[in-house]
């Protein structure tokens, strides 16, 4: 199976900062990567699409990129509501298989 | 609006069985695989298997957690996926989401639904 490491696994920032996620794939995935957010008690929902393609409808400052086998999530200025934890997939190969997520809240 | 709606969950004891509906509305449902997720109390995402559509033969894949003890199916004339689970175990307890897939890939797990809970306990 594919392991997706995640870092970190938490983070205290503010608003307005710029808060960077990283997921490293135990092999190559291509562009198979997606970001999910996830608020408490709500189902996850997707936010960028092979690796760097903005889901329609998320805001601009959310953006992906992606370098081999490692892949970045920048928040480019935290708001309020971005507050949540971060989960990355990869669906290249069977089983799918998630990071196990990043947790984000107010400093 | 596109939209996908579970049920089916509920307490059960180890051992037992139980079968999730996953109803899909707004869209062209024979278009589009489904995955279903899972999300133990606390813990992270895990992928439980997915269902083709009928275009691309229908087949399923499954996680080894779940394989020989989880079936999925589907109905496009009710726009609908069903997963019997049989045998649950106590790690089987999670929430339960039903997502949208494209045949292409590029729209992996697009859509979620809002989960339904499973609690397998005596």
């Known amino acids: 199976d594919i392991q997706m490491t995640q870092s970190p696994s938490s983070l205290s920032a503010s608003v307005g900062d710029r808060v960077t996620i990283t997921c490293r794939a135990s092999?190559?995935?291509?562009?198979?990567l997606g970001w999910y957010q996830q608020k408490p008690g709500k189902a996850p929902k997707r936010l960028i699409y092979?690796?760097?393609r903005l889901q329609s409808g998320v805001p601009s400052r959310f953006s992906g990129s992606a370098s081999g086998t490692e892949f970045t999530l920048t928040i480019s200025s935290l708001q309020p509501e971005d507050f949540a934890t971060y989960h990355c997939?990869?669906?290249?190969?069977?089983?799918?298989?998630f990071g196990p997520g990043t947790k984000v809240d107010i400093k | 609006e596109v939209q996908l709606v579970e049920s089916g969950g509920g307490l059960v004891q180890p051992g037992g069985s139980l079968r999730l509906s996953c109803v899909a509305s707004?869209?062209?449902?024979?278009?589009?695989?489904v995955d279903w997720i899972r999300q133990a109390p606390g813990k992270g995402l895990e992928w439980v298997g997915r269902?083709?559509?009928?275009?691309?033969?229908?087949?399923?894949e499954y996680a080894a957690s779940v394989k020989g003890r989880f079936t999925m199916t589907r109905d496009d004339s009710k726009n609908s996926v069903y997963m019997q689970m049989n045998s649950l175990k106590a790690e089987d307890t999670a929430v339960y989401y039903c997502?949208?897939?494209?045949?292409?890939?590029?729209?992996?797990?697009?859509?979620w639904g809002h989960g339904t809970m499973v609690t397998v306990s005596s």
């Open positions: 707004g869209f062209t449902f024979a278009d589009h695989y």
């Open positions: 092999q190559g995935i291509g562009d198979d």
């Open positions: 092979t690796a760097s």
């Open positions: 269902n083709r559509n009928k275009a691309n033969g229908g087949t399923t």
């Open positions: 997502t949208r897939t494209s045949p292409t890939g590029l729209h992996a797990l697009e859509i």
């Open positions: 997939l990869q669906h290249n190969t069977y089983p799918l298989t």
